[in-house]
Every structure is written in structure tokens, then in C-alpha cells.
């Protein structure tokens, strides 16, 4: 029993997004409150892994340098350091109270994954109903960060989470998975009823970033099974699967459209130009700012925005980024929501994505680390079939999540983020030893004929 809850509790952070304790002087959601419960044990259980000062000692160092030359300041750094010190810590502790299992582990994510994607169909269901109290959480529980979202089939399902995008996260790698099994007939993972029900939910979140974790799933099967060979199939299948949401998801269309009209055509780079200088701005001239909402989608223009803050904070601090917390002292110098009526100034505290937040905050440093821990740490399929099927499914479904946290979640630790990271690095080291193992043991089978007849 004491294990169930355990798991729960190390679990909870990674599919329950609905609640928050307070937001200031930083956000406190309640999935914080396992790790406060859990990391004293898990300190006074298991020794302290020193890898995590490869981390650690490198953002406190670049931190002290951005905070004495003015590019930082103590609060923002040690908010923001220590938030990432404990996570970091914390899931170590959570991959050695597994024994370093990913397997293991992975499968109780599939398990949670299930569970979420199960829901989520039932609150469809019940929206469609007229079954309140089956889709709307919060006359349930005092829910003060989840929402119902309006769209797709009536809601776009967000399930035990606080928004569909963070459905798109935390269940990337669960479609990988399913896709997977469904398509090859292995269940090994999960049954046929389960993946279906997993993809159901996915699609039904109407989610940008479900839709992008869809093309990123089929481009690394591709890429594993031998991309060349599939390329034929794989690019009209994404090229008619692309026109297929584009045409009829209106949430997914505008947000391409937007995407398309700030970074391609540079809608906004005349206005720009036309603002330097500019003190008093006219009433028709704010209208005319104002009525740019219906050009361009809001999130677009978050995004764009925060990329343009980040893009200036980089070119001001190249190497070492201005410091973790940082990105909120430059979103003030920077941020463009006046051009639009200052509207949609959000996100300048994360940067609506971890990648532009990273090079915003650590610049080259944070950048090189993150493409060296994908690459190197990556697991690819044995297309000759010599080696077991786990580690391949494993680095590749959670390199989806990661991939999707670095576009879209600017909070370095939510969703449990490190835990997904950490999996990754421990799934590749567990797949090097499997490797030797299995080396050691073909040259025990040959050496034993020649000894045999040595003897």
C-alpha cells in the first residue's frame, strides 16, 4: 500500500496541473507538495548523485557573473535556481528508488497515461451529455488553474490538466507508443484497447502541440525503421495528414496562419519600424493596433513575441546567456505587445518555450548542453533486429515530450520535466550495459568450442 501511494504521490506531478497554492513570489502549484514530502526521505535514504553538479555549479557560476555585471538580479536568479536545484535533485533521488528501472518506470507512466486518457474521453462523452459534474472538474474539486476549453467537438479535453497543450505534453510519449504497437502488432507496452483509447484522447485535444507531437512521432519511426525506405510513404502521409487538421481544425489553422504571417511575412516589422520614437500614440492609432487580433491568433503572437525578447537578450549575452530569471527583466526592455495595443503581453516570465528561455537565460551554454544531451544520449532502433525493442521505443517516445517542452513550456521543471530527462539519460545507460552484457556473452559462446576442444 505504502508503494501505491508513494508512486502516486512521484507520479502526481507528471498528469495533475490543476492547482495552484500561490503564484507569488513564484508559482507554487500543488505537485510541489510530494517532492517536499518525499525528498527528505529520499536524502536520508540514498546517497547524493555528484552528476548533478554538472548542472548546478555551471548556473550558479554564470548567475553570479549576469547578477555582478547588472544583466541579473539575486531574486529573479535564485528563484528561479533553486526551483530547478531541487527538481533536479529530487528526480535523481526518484530514478534510484526505482534501482534505475526506466522500464519500469516507463510502464507506470503508460499506467498514468491510461488513466488521463481515459477521462478525457469521458469528458467528452459527458459534455455531449449534458453530464456537468463528468466534465467539468472544478464543481467537483476548487480547482484554481484548471479550465474548460472551448472547440474541437464542443471542448478540446484537457482532462486532469490544466490545458489540452499540456495533454500533448505529457501523453507525447505514450502516442509514440501506441502508434507503435498498433501498427506492429507488439503489445508489449500496452494492449491494442489501450493504445486506441491513448490516440483517441490525443487527437481530441485539438492541441497545436498534440498535432506537432503526431508528425514528430511518425518522423522518428520513420527515421528508425530506415528513413530512406520510408521517406516514399512518410512525407504524403504527413503532407495529407498536415491538410486534413489544417482544414479542419480552426484552432490549428490559425495558429499556422499566425506563425506564418509574423515569422514569414514579418507583419509586424513596418509597424515596428514606424513605433521608434514614438511617445503618444493617437486613439485611431490604438484601435488600428488593437483590431491586429483578428490578423493574427494570440498565441502566435506570444510566441513571436517572447522569441523576439529572447532573440535581443541573446544578442546582448551570447555565451553565457543574462542569468536564469533573466528573461523577465529583458521581456520589459523588449516586449512588442505595445505595436498591438498592449494586449498579449504574456508568457515574459517563461517565455512560452524552454528552448527560447534557455537562450535567452544561458544563452550558447544552455543550447550546446540540451542538442549534446539529445544526441548524445539517443537511443536508435537495430534495424538488423539483434537487440531488444525497449530502449529504441523508450529514448524515442520520451524524446517527444522533451522536444515538445523545448517549443511550447517555458517553466523548466513543470510537468515533471526532469523526471523525463532523467529517464532519457538512465535509458541509454541502461541500453550500454545490455550492450556489453550482450557482447560479453557472444564471446563466452564462441571462446567455449575452442576451450572444449583445447581440453
Not at 510530494?34 to 536524502?43: G, K
Not at 509574423?262 to 521608434?276: A, I, P
Not at 537578450?313 to 527583466?329: Q, V
Not at 544526441?375 to 534495424?383: G, L, P, R
Request: with cysteine; proline share 2%.
Amino acid at each position: 500500500m505504502i508503494k501505491v501511494v508513494v508512486d502516486f504521490f512521484i507520479y502526481l506531478n507528471l498528469f495533475f496541473t490543476g492547482y495552484t497554492f500561490f503564484k507569488q513570489p513564484f508559482e507554487f502549484n500543488i505537485s510541489y507538495i510530494p517532492i517536499l514530502l518525499l525528498l527528505p526521505i529520499f536524502i536520508a535514504r540514498y546517497k547524493f548523485n555528484p552528476k548533478t553538479l554538472y548542472i548546478i555549479i555551471p548556473l550558479l557560476l554564470a548567475g553570479i557573473i549576469n547578477i555582478l555585471i547588472g544583466n541579473d538580479n539575486l531574486g529573479s536568479f535564485f528563484k528561479i535556481f533553486l526551483n530547478i536545484s531541487i527538481n533536479l535533485i529530487f528526480y535523481e533521488y526518484v530514478m534510484q528508488h526505482y534501482e534505475y528501472n526506466v522500464k519500469y518506470m516507463f510502464k507506470l507512466y503508460l499506467k498514468g497515461c491510461f488513466i488521463v486518457a481515459c477521462y478525457g474521453i469521458i469528458q467528452l462523452i459527458s459534455f455531449h451529455l449534458g453530464f456537468k459534474y463528468g466534465w467539468n472538474l472544478r464543481l467537483i474539486m476548487p480547482l484554481n488553474k484548471w479550465a474548460v476549453v472551448v472547440g474541437g467537438l464542443g471542448i478540446r479535453v484537457n482532462s486532469f490538466l490544466s490545458e489540452p497543450a499540456y495533454v500533448a505534453s505529457a501523453l507525447g510519449p505514450c502516442f509514440l507508443v501506441s502508434i507503435y504497437a498498433l501498427l506492429t502488432r507488439q503489445f508489449f507496452f500496452l494492449t491494442a484497447r489501450a493504445a486506441w483509447i491513448n490516440i483517441i484522447c490525443y487527437v481530441i485535444t485539438f492541441s497545436s502541440l498534440a498535432f506537432a507531437g503526431i508528425f514528430i512521432a511518425m518522423l522518428l519511426l520513420a527515421l528508425n525503421f530506415g528513413l530512406l525506405r520510408y521517406l516514399a510513404l512518410i512525407v504524403p502521409v504527413v503532407i495529407i495528414l498536415y491538410a486534413i487538421i489544417y482544414n479542419n481544425s480552426v484552432e490549428f489553422r490559425d495558429r499556422i496562419n499566425g506563425l506564418d504571417k509574423l515569422f514569414v511575412q514579418g507583419v509586424l516589422d513596418e509597424r515596428q519600424k514606424k513605433d521608434e520614437g514614438v511617445t503618444v500614440i493617437s486613439k485611431r492609432e490604438m484601435i488600428s493596433r488593437r483590431s491586429f487580433v483578428k490578423e493574427v491568433h494570440g498565441s502566435s503572437f506570444i510566441l513571436y513575441n517572447n522569441y523576439y525578447v529572447a532573440k535581443q537578450n541573446f544578442l546582448r549575452n551570447p555565451l553565457l546567456g543574462a542569468g536564469l530569471g533573466s528573461h523577465e527583466i529583458a521581456f520589459e526592455k523588449y516586449d512588442l505587445s505595445g505595436l498591438i495595443g498592449d494586449i498579449y503581453n504574456f508568457n515574459g516570465k517563461d517565455a512560452n518555450s524552454m528552448f527560447l528561455r534557455t537562450l535567452s537565460e544561458i544563452g550558447l551554454m544552455g543550447v550546446g548542453f540540451i542538442l549534446l544531451f539529445i544526441f548524445k544520449f539517443y537511443v536508435s532502433h537495430d534495424i538488423l533486429g539483434n537487440e531488444e525493442n525497449r530502449f529504441w521505443i523508450i529514448s524515442n517516445a520520451l524524446l517527444i515530450v522533451i522536444l515538445i517542452q523545448l517549443f511550447r513550456q517555458g517553466n523548466y521543471t513543470f510537468n515533471g520535466f526532469f523526471m523525463y530527462a532523467w529517464m532519457y539519460y538512465y535509458n541509454y545507460i541502461n541500453y550500454e550495459d545490455y550492450k556489453q552484457r550482450k557482447e560479453k556473452e557472444i564471446q563466452e559462446q564462441i571462446s567455449q568450442p575452442a576451450n572444449e576442444a583445447l581440453t
